[in-house]
């Protein structure tokens, strides 16, 4: 087992493989500068080609704040010199049902913004197809999103649909929705991520129908409602 911030563990680990998906790590402050070690680590084991799971709309100046390190990071990867293919997802759509309260709302300040909310499953089986053949991917972005671009107040009534609850969107102003956020004590740069990504959603950086899954797996890409029905 090796740590994304172990650069000479990663090495080793990474040794004598060829292709290699690399999945964003987990949300801290940190997360470039172990994304950065792990490229690193991928230069010195010389690897052909590197897969990276990254998120839609990333830009040194996206709205959603984590997007901006998946900007770094794609940057990083092209400045090192490997190959790579870019898998940028849409919000998840497994996700949705989580985002409801205890009393059945979703809140954010995303107004009547849109997402082409994507199944993990669709992402997988996307990440599949390169890995196969990553040559045929090299230097490319792909866009992985659901079939539909759907509001919150949408998507609340395919939630409900699918769990029998009575779920509804509210949309919050900036002001309630840090309020809202702040009984759970998390650090500032991480209430900004979960506020940014209603915000995002209000300025249309999710609104991003691609059909990059149907060409990646042959198939359709599975709506809200068929990806909650498992």
């Known amino acids: ?6 650069r000479d563990a990663m090495r080793k ?3 004598g493989a060829a292709t290699v998906l690399m999945v964003s790590g987990a949300e801290t402050p940190e997360r470039v500068a172990q994304h950065k070690t792990f490229i690193d680590a991928a230069v010195d084991a010389q690897i052909e080609h590197l897969v990276y799971t990254s998120f839609v709309s990333a830009a040194p100046d996206a709205v959603f704040t984590l997007a901006r390190d998946h900007w770094a990071t794609e940057e990083y990867i092209k400045a090192s010199g490997i190959p790579y293919t870019f898998l940028r997802d849409n919000l998840y759509a497994d996700f949705l049902p989580l985002l409801v309260g205890e009393d059945g709302v ?3 300040p995303a107004g009547d913004g849109r997402a082409a909310v994507v199944s993990q ?3 997988a089986d996307s990440a ?3 890995l196969r053949e990553p040559g045929a991917h090299s230097g490319r972005t792909y866009d992985l999103s659901g079939p539909e671009a759907l509001t919150f107040t949408e998507m609340a009534a395919v939630v409900a649909r699918a769990t029998g609850r009575d779920v509804r969107f509210h949309n919050e102003s900036l002001e309630e929705a840090y309020e809202s956020r702040a009984s759970y004590g998390a650090p500032s740069w991480q209430v900004d991520a979960w506020v940014s990504t209603y915000t995002a959603v209000a300025a249309g950086q999710m609104d991003v129908v691609d059909q ?3 060409n ?5 890409a599975m709506t ?3 990806t909650l029905r498992g």
């Open 212 to 214: 990059a899954v149907a």
């Open 106 to 108: 979703i809140r954010g």
């Open 13 to 15: 680990a990474l040794t």
């Open 224 to 226: 809200l409602a068929e």
């Open 216 to 220: 990646l797996t042959g198939r359709p």
């Open 121 to 123: 499953d669709d992402v």
């Open 128 to 130: 599949v197809a390169v």
């Open 1 to 6: 087992m090796a740590a994304y911030y172990d």
